[in-house]
């Protein structure tokens, strides 16, 4: 199965993602620059190299891949994986893998589960930060922001000469200021209540929602399975204010080329920015 190659602009440079998203059956978004994936609903080939996998709940179709995950790495001699699950569910993923090691022959995985929680924080190198955020789903679910901590010289020391500048670093004084970008959201699964309960995921330069459904009658499903509908995405639409929306997990309800068409008819032209769509069919 082909996944879907987006290569954004960002302040940070040209950011690749790569992935594929239907509701109940598989959302898997790779960032291969930082070895990073964001939910992993569905094995592929793609997905062993990365060295950290972040799932952002426990149904199935964003961790139906962790065991393949873990047993390619094993498999490839890869080293040491990381799973970052939230809390709630943290102690079964770790059961989960362990079942599988041992259906497998007993030697454990080389992959360490983290649990993390809302409005905590993982470094995932010197200059990315993630921070984690409770979503509108009806299970536990995080979705995850992605900051670049961007380090320059002090605009008063622009010009100086470098011996100047290490002579100063070499005395203890702070040569560099950092910035913090807000790169990515993921806004995972998620109803309409993440846009009141955390606005700011929604500052970031490229932001991942959901759109499960998009017919009238499927308003009151949405509601009740902590889905958004395309009535909510236009509702905040305007407001946005990302360089790319990034639309993904589209109901099985609906064909993939209506989901394109969602994605590039009714959904771009409400926003600044430009949406992109990572629906695809697994099958
Ligand atoms: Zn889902
Ligand atoms: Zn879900």
């Known amino acids: 199965?082909?996944?879907?190659?987006?290569?954004?602009?960002?302040?940070?440079?040209?950011?690749?993602?790569?992935?594929?998203?239907?509701?109940?059956?598989?959302?898997l978004v790779l960032l291969p620059q930082l070895r990073l994936a964001l939910d992993a609903g569905r094995?592929?080939?793609?997905?062993?190299?990365?060295?950290?996998?972040?799932?952002?709940?426990?149904h199935l179709d964003h961790i139906g891949a962790v065991a393949y995950w873990a047993s390619q790495r094993f498999l490839g001699a890869m080293?040491?994986?990381?799973?970052?699950?939230?809390?709630?569910?943290?102690?079964?993923?770790?059961?989960?893998?362990?079942?599988?090691?041992?259906?497998?022959?007993?030697?454990?995985?080389?992959?360490?589960v983290v649990p993390v929680?809302?409005?905590?924080?993982?470094?995932?190198?010197?200059?990315?930060?993630?921070?984690?955020?409770?979503?509108d789903h009806w299970v536990p679910t995080l979705g995850a922001s992605l900051a670049w901590h961007k380090h320059r010289l002090r605009p008063e020391l622009v010009g100086m000469p470098e011996e100047e500048i290490v002579r100063l670093r070499m005395a203890g004084e702070e040569v560099d200021q950092e910035l913090v970008l807000q790169l990515l959201s993921y806004t995972a699964d998620t109803g309409p209540g993440i846009f009141t309960t955390h606005p700011e995921a929604f500052e970031a330069e490229v932001v991942l929602l959901e759109c499960s459904f998009w017919r009238p009658a499927d308003r009151d499903r949405a509601r009740e399975f902590g889905h958004l509908h395309l009535d909510d995405l236009t509702a905040i639409a305007p407001l946005l204010k990302?360089?790319?929306?990034?639309?993904?997990?589209?109901?099985?309800?609906?064909?993939?080329?209506?989901?394109?068409?969602?994605?590039?008819?009714?959904i771009g032209p409400m926003i600044r920015g430009e949406a992109h769509s990572l629906a695809i069919d697994w099958e």
Do not use: N
């Not at 190299?49 to 426990?58: A, K, L």
């Not at 990302?242 to 009714?266: I, K, N, Q, T, Y």
């Open 242 to 266: 990302c360089r790319h929306l990034v639309v993904l997990h589209p109901s099985r309800r609906h064909r993939l080329g209506e989901a394109d068409r969602v994605v590039r008819e009714r």
């Open 117 to 135: 929680t809302g409005g905590g924080t993982y470094t995932l190198r010197k200059d990315i930060r993630l921070t984690f955020f409770a979503t």
């Open 43 to 58: 094995p592929h080939r793609a997905l062993p190299p990365m060295s950290t996998v972040f799932v952002s709940h426990g």
């Open 1 to 27: 199965m082909a996944l879907r190659r987006l290569e954004l602009p960002t302040s940070w440079g040209p950011l690749l993602l790569v992935g594929g998203s239907r509701a109940g059956e598989g959302t």
């Open 79 to 112: 080293q040491h994986g990381v799973l970052l699950a939230p809390a709630a569910i943290a102690g079964d993923i770790q059961g989960l893998l362990e079942l599988h090691a041992t259906l497998e022959g007993g030697r454990p995985y080389d992959v360490e």
